[in-house]
């Protein structure tokens, strides 16, 4: 049941990068730091509806729901702006990547066990970074998708990394509670950054009226599988396990969808990527 759950987690979670692309190909008036805060408002809303009346607040994981705010602000904005100025395919695939860093947290600080087939796993995960990259013809990186594609990594690894923490501290319990406290803050200091920014919020929230929400539901529904997850399978495990599910997605996608080229090194690295999960669940 635990890898049918992590099927549908990889699903809604490459679904998110899809929702952001249509919304920056469609939209004639992009604002990513007000479609992130209507994201994470639906995604607060997501899990004050799946939690029903049972919520129990208690000081203990405020803290880490103040991390996490924090961590997935830079991941929304972030992934929105790289998406927004770079290719799908990359974007999608460093935003994977970024799983490895709680990936190593289980291993350095949990101290969570592996089987050599899952470490020879992790390094073929990490390889195929290096053969799944834009044709040399066409490889010029602008500052700002750089800087965008790190913030986001950076706040997307984390992200998971305190979700686990905080699953930990509290014996796995507040689940949504930890979630809706976090992503309210991230709704208030986003919204007052569009206040402040002095914009057209009226046209540019008729421009992601539906991209936003549906994001938002689709980010509540994997951080709420992922933690579920994280009682099922080894930390070690899991995150690289959606990383390179999410590889392996958003290359179909960007195939034949958006009609990206993929080259022979590309086509290497994604069948390492497939040849890692197999590894790393074996």
Same mark, same amino acid.
């Given at each position: 049941?635990?890898?049918?759950?992590?099927?549908?987690?990889?699903?809604? *979670?490459?679904?998110?990068?899809?929702?952001?692309?249509?919304?920056? =190909?469609?939209?004639?008036?992009?604002?990513?730091?007000?479609?992130?805060?209507?994201?994470?408002?639906? $995604?607060?809303?997501?899990?004050?509806?799946?939690?029903?009346?049972?919520?129990?607040?208690?000081?203990?994981?405020?803290?880490?729901?103040?991390?996490?705010?924090?961590?997935? $602000?830079?991941?929304?904005?972030?992934?929105?702006?790289?998406?927004?100025?770079?290719?799908?395919?990359?974007?999608?695939? =460093?935003?994977?990547?970024?799983?490895?860093?709680?990936?190593?947290?289980?291993?350095?600080?949990?101290?969570?066990?592996? %089987?050599p087939t899952a470490y020879v796993g992790i $390094?073929?995960?990490?390889?195929?970074?290096?053969?799944?990259?834009?044709?040399?013809?066409?490889?010029?990186?602008?500052?700002?998708?750089?800087?965008?594609?790190?913030?986001?990594?950076?706040?997307?690894? *984390?992200?998971?990394?305190?979700?686990?923490?905080?699953?930990?501290?509290?014996?796995?319990?507040?689940k949504n509670e930890f979630m809706i406290v976090?992503?309210?803050?991230?709704?208030?200091?986003?919204?007052?950054?569009?206040?402040?920014? %002095?914009?057209?919020?009226?046209?540019?929230?008729?421009?992601?009226?539906?991209?936003?929400?549906?994001?938002?539901?689709?980010?509540?529904?994997?951080?709420?599988?992922?933690?579920?997850?994280?009682?099922?399978?080894?930390?070690? =495990?899991?995150?690289?396990?959606?990383?390179?599910?999410?590889?392996?997605?958003?290359?179909?996608?960007?195939?034949?969808?958006?009609?990206?080229?993929?080259?022979?090194?590309? *086509?290497?690295?994604?069948?390492?990527?497939?040849?890692? =999960?197999?590894?790393?669940?074996l």
């Amino acid at each position: 049941m635990q890898y049918l759950t992590l099927i549908i987690t990889i699903v809604i *979670m490459s679904s998110q990068n899809i929702l952001i692309k249509q919304y920056n =190909v469609k939209s004639r008036n992009r604002n990513s730091f007000l479609f992130s805060a209507v994201s994470s408002l639906f $995604a607060m809303l997501f899990f004050m509806i799946s939690s029903g009346s049972d919520l129990r607040f208690t000081p203990q994981f405020v803290p880490y729901s103040v991390g996490f705010a924090a961590a997935y $602000a830079l991941a929304l904005v972030g992934q929105n702006l790289a998406i927004a100025s770079g290719p799908l395919s990359i974007s999608s695939l =460093v935003n994977s990547y970024s799983l490895i860093i709680p990936t190593f947290y289980g291993i350095l600080f949990l101290k969570e066990s592996l %089987k050599p087939t899952a470490y020879v796993g992790i $390094a073929l995960l990490l390889i195929s970074l290096y053969f799944i990259n834009i044709k040399k013809e066409s490889a010029r990186f602008s500052a700002k998708w750089v800087v965008c594609l790190i913030i986001g990594f950076i706040g997307n690894g *984390m992200c998971s990394t305190i979700q686990k923490m905080q699953q930990l501290a509290c014996g796995g319990a507040y689940k949504n509670e930890f979630m809706i406290v976090a992503l309210g803050i991230v709704f208030v200091i986003l919204t007052v950054i569009v206040l402040v920014s %002095k914009a057209d919020i009226k046209s540019h929230l008729k421009e992601c009226s539906i991209f936003a929400p549906l994001t938002g539901i689709a980010n509540g529904a994997t951080n709420l599988l992922v933690m579920v997850l994280t009682a099922l399978l080894p930390t070690a =495990v899991l995150f690289p396990s959606i990383s390179a599910g999410g590889i392996i997605i958003m290359f179909i996608i960007s195939l034949f969808v958006y009609k990206e080229k993929i080259s022979r090194q590309q *086509m290497v690295g994604y069948i390492m990527g497939v040849t890692s =999960v197999i590894l790393l669940n074996l």
